[in-house]
Antibody, heavy 115, light 107 residues
Framework: QVQLVQSGAEVKKPGASVKVSCKASGYTFTGYYMHWVRQAPGQGFEWMGWINANSGGTDYAQKFQGRVTMTRDTSISTAYMELSRLRSEDTAVYYC????????WGQGTLVTVSS | DIQMTQSPSSLSASVGDRVTITCRASQGISNYLAWFQQKPGKAPKSLIYAASSLQSGVPSKFSGSGSGTDFTLTISSLQPEDFATYYCQQYNRYPLTFGGGTKVEIK
């Protein structure tokens, strides 16, 4: 069965960077795009961008351009999302998402930005 | 960006009730619409994609319909495990956008 297992919770100071990993199993990793979506506490969902797991090509939401970098390592079926210059408003749960119609979600990674 | 508007934002219903949630897109999205269920502290669970196709393993009490700008999610007979927040999402055009959610509570 398809599984996306994300790295653990992080606490960062404003201005720092965070890198979240998402290890995929149960399907051909390079066959699908991997999206990243975040959800601030008590809020809705915000799409951040995608990475083509085959080619490594990316497309980022305008809001995050210049601050987000999505990469992947096909040898270990893992995608990464790095967000830099963190601010308090970046406190959220970050999800990796893949599959037809966003069918599969990771368990989420809480990133807390606090001084 | 395509705006997704869900209604109602919350509803109270009893076990066994039939529940319908609507989602409206600010422009036509064909059938590129998904529905998710989220319980507190948990990741979303995908229910439906392509407006009306059930994800593998999702019970048939969930159904979706619509095309263009107007969509519905129906739960045919509400059960205790169905009390949750439901979201729609369009994937016709980037950026992907989500509805604000509908919280289904116990009456």
């Amino acid at each position: 069965q398809v599984q996306l297992v994300q790295s653990g919770a992080e606490v960062k100071k404003p201005g720092a960077s965070v890198k979240v990993s998402c290890k995929a199993s149960g399907y051909t990793f390079t066959g699908y795009y991997m999206h990243w979506v975040r959800q601030a506490p008590g809020q809705g969902f915000e799409w951040m961008g995608w990475i083509n797991a085959n080619s490594g090509g990316t497309d980022y939401a305008q809001k995050f351009q210049g601050r987000v970098t999505m990469t992947r390592d096909t040898s270990i079926s893992t995608a990464y999302m790095e967000l830099s210059r963190l601010r308090s408003e970046d406190t959220a749960v970050y999800y990796c998402v893949t599959g037809n119609g966003s069918g599969y979600w990771g368990q989420g990674t809480l990133v807390t930005v606090s001084s | 960006d395509i705006q997704m508007t869900q209604s109602p934002s919350s509803l109270s219903a009893s076990v066994g009730d039939r529940v319908t949630i609507t989602c409206r897109a600010s422009q036509g999205i064909s059938n590129y619409l998904a529905w998710f269920q989220q319980k507190p502290g948990k990741a979303p669970k995908s229910l439906i994609y392509a407006a009306s196709s059930l994800q593998s393993g999702v019970p048939s009490k969930f159904s979706g319909s619509g095309s263009g700008t107007d969509f519905t999610l129906t739960i045919s007979s509400l059960q205790p495990e169905d009390f949750a927040t439901y979201y729609c999402q369009q994937y016709n055009r980037y950026p992907l956008t989500f509805g604000g959610g509908t919280k289904v509570e116990i009456k």
